[in-house]
């Protein structure tokens, strides 16, 4: 089993940064892709972006590119989002996940930290 463990959310203004934090715990080695997923009050959840712990190569979302980058620690126990230029539509909670490899679907996921962004 794999446990994810998110922080780092808060309210911010328009235009401010926050950086997240996803720890992850227990059999870690079993995770191939990490990625951050979000979901706004009445909407559904949106993939974020993403990172390869084997190749180290990240993706993202059209409506993120060149303000949020993934990355994580040398260890590779923890990802990070750090979000730059943030704006009011960003506001969601945030959740990171991992994927096994050969899953279809992200296997584990965490609880969640609150985005906030005031206009």
């Known amino acids: 089993q794999v446990q994810l463990v998110e922080s780092g959310g808060g309210l911010v203004q328009a235009g401010g940064s926050l950086r997240l934090s996803c720890a992850a715990s227990g059999r870690t080695s079993t995770i191939l892709l990490v990625g951050w997923f979000r979901q706004a009050p009445g909407k559904e959840r949106e993939f974020v972006a993403s990172?390869?712990?084997?190749?180290?190569?990240?993706n993202y979302a059209d409506s993120v590119k060149g303000r949020f980058t993934i990355s994580s620690d040398n260890a590779k126990t923890t990802v990070y989002l750090q979000m730059n230029s943030l704006k009011p539509e960003d506001t969601a909670v945030y959740f990171c996940a991992g994927k096994m490899p050969f899953s279809a679907r992200y296997n584990y996921w965490g609880h969640g930290t609150q985005v906030t962004v005031s206009s």
């Open positions: 990172l390869s712990r084997d190749t180290g190569r990240p």
